[in-house]
């Protein structure tokens, strides 16, 4: 082969690994629209293009192992045996990446019983004979050894984006040994993460002394008789199998049976077409972009608008119409509690009336239309607009289309919060947000007015074009009763909570700031006593030297970088040494900080309050998430989270905080849908439904018998069972193997086969339907239902069983909320609805109030849904949000 040829390998696994965990901490961020995590593929393929652009390989391939049993394993069980369980939202993108690679043109290729690194190995000798320059990529340092004059070993050393190239003068620089003389190098000293032995108590260093005068391995044991006598020779000579053996299991295989030739690995780039659809399909913006392909728009131009000046006379137009009228109020910026209104338009559909000039707001006859419930009108998010023009003195009423809620309840997949991206799915050329206003500090309202207005006028177009299309969608999904009944009541009941906002204590977060710093301090000086010297807490890599090397605790897991100080590793070695569980609490409670007690005071307005923002089309069951900040998942299982909530208050003395709490909503929820008898009995006699599964699951004759171990062990399996759990997860939660937590399962479907029974059936639903609904028929399409690979296909149809239960238990909580700020007003009330958090309301109200309510809430709760089974409510209440639970 001629000179100019250069073969690209890449280690698959080892660099999807890297990948994912290079990505970790925005994993929730790169999600599908049909749930599955994205943030692997999307490192993976940035690494990619770096990596094609810099070697310009003529060819490529991506190796990847094709199981966990391998000729090494035959050799040795346990062979990378402590290795973790590869976390399930990676899993589900390994098959992306392969699928990915096709469409970049690149051959993908697994061996039965060989690992990726033999493929490698294999290829590169195979291309080297034939006078190709070979460049290998990967996260594992163990590929070194492949290292020639013609092979160029590139490691990833941070995330993937960067690599150290390892040449053979770059090996003898760095280790002082050849790139042969690794394999004995682990011969020697084994690897941790590998799961192999070496001799004892021979780390690198000595390993590479004993090889610098001796050779190898073979060349060590020749003179080992002649050694001094030492703890070395000892080992050495204890050792001897496990040398040869782990110097066998470290040697990469140059002559497996690979069945491809180079020749079929020619690169001739991207398959553009099937790649620009997969990059859509996965939402990857920034590389459609990079590609620079022209994209064919086969959407409709929206007709041009002449806007009206919105003015006085305007005003006395739009109020005598009869007809509804689509209103566009718009906020310029991300929390519209605080963003001002740059533009409001107003029109029947053929007339259209615009200004910048928020003063008009002030007119009298426009504020009591705005109002007026009979004066129907259409929008894009009824929640934002109402507290957009609350800050302005104007209310709003009589919203009858709201096209951000209709979008979502047709496919939540799909939650779009801009009216260009919903446009564009029924073929219509709006600009998106991002494409007018510009991204991050280009983001600006244009100056000239004009253009503003005739973007508003084209949003009142496409709400008003589109209305009768997608209520007749809502319609043919049985979703109207949804939409009228929950979803846009409900959006006016957030807008109220919002705009209502919570009281918050900023002297109590002073003050817990500086007692906890205080509490930081102590626990920091406690660990330096312990561990025998001051370092830096918050470095995973002064830490890891602390633990493992001066305090000598054993090596759970390695990284690529050096030790792994993550919670699971440290959680292992907290009974070990006093400093690892301080170190824990030390992390504990510094997130607790930064997080709450001094985040949150970030977010206090100048009425004291907090207003939180609650997302009503994110979540694809339907539940409700918080924003600006997150107030629902404010720590409560332990102390220094809990007193958070005591910085949240009434806004008057002689108030009180009064909390209210569905009991087991969602199992509640699973014995009315799966009609079982047994779990029905349960909830109709009152029993505690956790002992009464252990009684069952263990064979007792009495809940009497039932340990708090085994309570436990049944109350993770019956929340596991609602979330479609395996014999796997459910062994990680309560700490039993993986052949018990599986008997466990089966014995539970025994006891509850009407719940068995429903999985099978709504699954079954799922495939045939493409989709599963809540007891209000909210619809979660399923797309990956059918797809070929077993992981994500597996995921699907645990989203299939967990959906109706979850989304429905949102659906009861929605409804109560609604009855229950009707019951406020009717009864005449001072109390107002604050929070919702999940299955429980948050109420504040005047002490004189708090009987009525412990009798009125529970009994609006308990009948906000009829279920085959009675709902529970508790209740408490307390000067604090922390005394009211």
Not at 123 to 148: F, N, W
Not at 269 to 292: A, H, V
Not at 322 to 351: M, R, W
Not at 560 to 588: A, I
Request: glycine letters at 6%.
């Amino acid at each position: 082969m001629s000179k100019n040829k250069k073969l690209l390998l890449i280690d698959g696994n080892s660099v999807s690994f890297r990948a994912f965990f290079a990505m970790h901490n925005v994993l929730d961020k790169f999600v599908t629209g049909e749930g599955i995590h994205t943030n692997a593929l999307y490192a993976f393929n940035n690494m990619l293009e770096l990596v094609l652009k810099d070697e310009k390989p003529t060819h490529v391939l991506v190796a990847f192992d094709a199981g966990k049993t391998t000729f090494r394993t035959k050799m040795f069980e346990e062979y990378k045996g402590t290795r973790a369980k590869t976390p399930q939202e990676l899993m589900e993108q390994l098959p992306l990446i392969q699928e990915m690679l096709s469409y970049r043109g690149i051959k993908t290729y697994d061996l039965p019983d060989y690992e990726a690194d033999d493929i490698i190995g294999t290829m590169s000798r195979k291309a080297e004979a034939d006078g190709m320059d070979v460049t290998i990529i990967t996260g594992d340092r163990d590929l070194t050894q492949l290292t020639t004059d013609k092979v160029t070993v590139k490691v990833n050393v941070k995330g993937v984006a960067e690599t150290e190239a390892y040449t053979p003068e770059h090996v003898q620089e760095k280790l002082g040994i050849t790139p042969k003389q690794i394999i004995d190098m682990k011969g020697l000293m084994g690897d941790t993460s590998d799961h192999y032995p070496g001799v004892e108590k021979v780390g690198e260093k000595t390993a590479i002394k004993l090889i610098n005068e001796y050779g190898s391995v073979e060349g060590i044991y020749d003179h080992v008789d002649e050694m001094k006598k030492s703890k070395l020779k000892e080992h050495l000579i204890n050792d001897k199998d496990q040398a040869y053996l782990s110097k066998k299991l470290a040697t990469i295989n140059l002559e497996a049976p690979v069945e491809i030739t180079v020749g079929d690995l020619e690169y001739h780039g991207d398959n553009q077409e099937e790649l620009i659809q997969f990059y859509q399909k996965m939402n990857f913006k920034t590389f459609l972009d990079r590609m620079d392909v022209p994209q064919e728009d086969t959407s409709e131009a929206l007709a041009d608008i002449k806007v009206q000046v919105l003015d006085e006379v305007a005003v006395a137009k739009i109020v005598q119409n009869t007809q509804p009228q689509t209103l566009i109020v718009e906020g310029f910026g991300e929390n519209y509690h605080l963003a001002p209104i740059v533009g409001i338009v107003i029109s029947d559909g053929k007339d259209y009336y615009g200004t910048a000039d928020v003063s008009i707001l002030e007119n009298t006859d426009l504020k009591t239309w705005l109002v007026d419930k009979s004066k129907e009108k259409y929008l894009f998010d009824n929640k934002r607009t109402i507290a957009l023009l609350h800050r302005y003195g104007c209310d709003l009423d009589g919203i009858s289309f709201d096209m951000l809620l209709v979008a979502y309840l047709l496919d939540t997949n799909d939650n779009k919060q801009d009216i260009g991206l919903v446009a564009k799915n029924y073929n219509l050329s709006l600009p998106s947000e991002d494409e007018f206003y510009g991204k991050g500090v280009k983001k600006a309202v244009p100056e000239d007015t004009d253009v503003l207005l005739n973007f508003l006028a084209q949003k009142a177009q496409v709400i008003d074009g589109l209305k009768d299309k997608m209520l007749a969608e809502l319609k043919q999904n049985d979703q109207d009763s949804l939409y009228d009944e929950i979803e846009l009541p409900l959006s006016i009941v957030l807008a109220n909570m919002e705009i209502k906002g919570v009281t918050v204590e900023v002297s109590k977060l002073k003050e817990m700031e500086n007692s906890f710093a205080t509490r930081l301090a102590e626990i920091e000086q406690k660990i330096y006593q312990e561990a025998g010297k001051e370092f830096n807490i918050n470095s995973p890599k002064q830490l890891g030297v602390v633990l493992f090397e001066d305090l000598k605790l054993p090596v759970v897991k390695k990284t690529k970088t050096g030790y792994s100080t993550s919670v699971d590793v440290l959680d292992k070695l907290k009974d070990k040494s006093p400093v690892v569980q301080m170190v824990l609490e030390y992390r504990q409670i510094s997130k607790i900080q930064s997080t709450y007690v001094v985040g949150l005071q970030k977010f206090v307005q100048p009425d004291n309050k907090i207003h939180t923002i609650y997302l009503q089309t994110l979540t694809q069951t339907g539940r409700l998430s918080s924003i600006e900040p997150n107030l629902q998942n404010i720590p409560i299982r332990i102390d220094e989270g809990k007193q958070i909530r005591k910085a949240f208050v009434p806004q008057h003395d002689d108030w009180e905080i009064f909390s209210a709490d569905y009991s087991q909503v969602e199992l509640r929820v699973l014995a009315h849908i799966s009609g079982d008898e047994h779990m029905q009995e349960a909830f109709k006699e009152d029993y505690d439904i956790h002992a009464h599964t252990a009684m069952r699951i263990f064979g007792l004759n009495s809940t009497d018998d039932v340990t708090p171990n085994m309570r436990r062990q049944a109350k993770a399996t019956n929340f596991g069972i609602v979330y479609g759990i395996s014999d796997y997860g459910l062994s990680q939660n309560i700490g039993i193997t993986r052949k018990q937590a599986a008997a466990f399962i089966e014995s539970y479907f025994e006891q509850y086969p009407g719940v068995k029974k429903y999985m099978d059936d709504i699954v079954k639903y799922a495939r045939e339907n493409g989709y599963v609904e809540t007891i209000m028929h909210r619809r979660r399409y399923l797309p990956d239902i059918h797809s070929s690979n077993f992981n994500i296909r597996n995921f699907a149809q645990r989203t299939a069983m967990n959906t109706p239960i979850q989304g429905s238990a949102a659906d009861i909580i929605k409804v109560a909320m609604i009855n229950m700020q009707k019951k406020l007003k009717e009864e005449n009330l001072q109390a107002n609805l604050l929070l919702q958090v999940h299955d429980e309301m948050i109420f504040e109200a005047p002490k004189s109030e708090i009987k009525t309510l412990e009798k009125l809430v529970p009994s609006v709760m308990d009948s906000a849904v009829k279920l085959d089974v009675p709902l529970k409510v508790e209740t408490a209440h307390g000067k604090t949000w922390y005394e009211a639970k």
